[in-house]
């Protein structure tokens, strides 16, 4: 007749081994990758207007360094029609000059500055979107928590675990809220 092995009983202490493996049941883990799907979303919009923003700054820089170019070029066009040392006629220069720098200064540089704060306001909006989704997805990762705390045997963990994980869930829900 053939031996068969001896089946093995999990003890206590494998079982909660187990259990710590195990982050989040499969059914709220659906749940869960969903919401991580749409926080990777918005962190990925959230970074594309933060590009936005960075070359904002860097088309001010340019067209701030032009004006200043043009500027300078004005006051040395200005100091030699002074000296008379060239014609009068490089007053149509310096007044096309001043024309550039006015509408750099006036039109370009205000328009990018709007831009970067609308693109501000709408990474303040996504901050909160992200945060609400994070907590969502933690309050989720508890109720998980709450329902394996059934299957600890030891009743003061399982007590423990689904206080902590109470817990949890209320702190987020009231986090929810207040946003």
Known sequence: MPVQDEEKIPTTEEMD??????????VINAIYDIFSDRINDLQK??????DKISACHDKIAVLSET???LSATN???TRLMNEHKI????????????????RIRETQIPKLENSISRDAMQIEKLDKRIETVSLK?????HLSGVIKSFTILNPAKRREQFAFHMD????????LLEN
């Open 17 to 26: 081994e187990v259990h710590k493996s195990e982050a989040i049941l499969p």
């Open 45 to 50: 919009d959230k970074a594309e207007i933060n």
């Open 67 to 69: 004006a200043d170019r």
């Open 75 to 77: 006051e040395m066009l």
């Open 87 to 102: 014609p009068k006629a490089a007053s149509a220069v310096i007044a096309v000059n001043q024309a550039k720098i006015n």
């Open 137 to 141: 997805a933690e309050r989720m990762k």
């Open 168 to 175: 949890g869930m209320r702190a987020c829900s009231n986090k």
